[in-house]
């Protein structure tokens, strides 16, 4: 399944229930989701995996578990977009 953006524009509480409900697709049907995102919160919840492109190079910069981005030793732009957007 692909999903480009499906929580733009929404609050957070819908957010979070579209998130549950990936999971859920996920785990009843054992089905591959890619995501396209930059909601970070979204990403940290759902994704096993994660390919950060570079804005820069234009090329995949980044693949690893989303959270090793959080990481201070993890690709630096990787991880100034993942910490940088967090809300603590």
Request: hydrophobic share 45%; glycine share 6%.
């Amino acid at each position: 399944m692909f999903l480009d953006e499906p929580s733009a524009g929404l609050d957070p509480v819908t957010s979070g229930k579209l998130d549950e409900l990936i999971l859920k697709i996920k785990e009843s049907f054992g089905t591959t989701i890619i995501l396209v995102s930059h909601e970070v919160p979204s990403i940290l919840r759902v994704a096993d995996f994660c390919v950060y492109l570079d804005s820069d190079t234009g090329r995949m910069g980044a693949y690893a578990p989303p959270k090793d981005f959080l990481s201070p030793v993890a690709h630096a732009k990787a991880h100034a977009f993942f910490t940088l957007a967090r809300i603590s």
